[in-house]
Antibody, heavy 119, light 108 residues
């Protein structure tokens, strides 16, 4: 059974940093691209970042480019999102999700972790 | 980027009724790369449909997708209690991948 479990969400001050983790199980982790999607309070879903499975190429939404870094540790079956220079508008539930074989819809999702940016 | 507009914002229906949800794109969606998701608060979103009309693994056949170009539809033939949720469309034909703002299907 494919499972994705996010952790690391917290309350952080504007300008601060946070690292999210997503522990995966039930599939061959290194063979799949992975993504982060977020949902701000009362809003819809917003794609944040992708990382490819094989060579680890990364892609970012303009809203987070230069501030967020996606990475993965294939030996630990874990996906990460390093978030720096956090802003109030980054407040959201962050979901990790799996990309099935290079087609960028998302077939399995975690339950999300809440990041709150506030003073 | 491709903007997806979903309508209606809220659909009030009774169990057993038919639901028709619309997703309109600001530009043609390449190769009909359009997906639909079901989402309840506090839960993981669930993939329903990809490639406009292909049901994901384990999705019952009361869910169907159709459309092409800029106009897409998700139809739920007979609503079950677990179907009352928010539904999102998503295009993956052109980066950045974008979602609609959602349609809430609520119990009337």
């Amino acid at each position: 059974e494919v499972q994705l479990l996010e952790s690391g969400g917290d309350l952080v001050q504007p300008g601060g940093s946070l690292r999210l983790s997503c522990a995966a199980s039930g599939f061959s982790f290194s063979n799949y691209d992975l993504t982060w999607v977020r949902q701000a309070p009362g809003k819809g879903l917003e794609w944040v970042s992708d990382i490819t499975g094989g060579d680890g190429n990364t892609y970012y939404a303009d809203s987070v480019k230069g501030r967020f870094t996606i990475s993965r540790d294939n030996s630990k079956n874990t996906l990460y999102l390093q978030m720096n220079s956090l802003r109030a508008e980054d407040t959201a539930v962050y979901y990790c999700a799996r990309v099935p074989r290079g087609w960028y819809y998302f077939d399995y999702w975690g339950q999300g972790t809440l990041v709150t940016v506030s003073s | 980027e491709i903007v997806l507009t979903q309508s209606p914002g809220t659909l009030s229906l009774s169990p057993g009724e038919r639901a028709t949800l619309s997703c309109r794109a600001s530009q043609s969606v390449s190769s009909n790369y359009l997906a639909w998701y079901h989402h309840k608060p506090g839960q993981a979103p669930r993939l329903l449909i990809y490639g406009t009309s292909t049901r994901a693994t384990g999705i019952p056949d009361r869910f169907s997708g159709s459309g092409s170009g800029t106009d897409f539809t998700l139809t739920i033939s007979r609503l079950e209690p677990e179907d009352f949720a928010v539904y999102y469309c998503q295009q993956y034909g052109r980066s950045p991948w974008t979602f609609g703002q959602g349609t809430k299907v609520e119990i009337k």
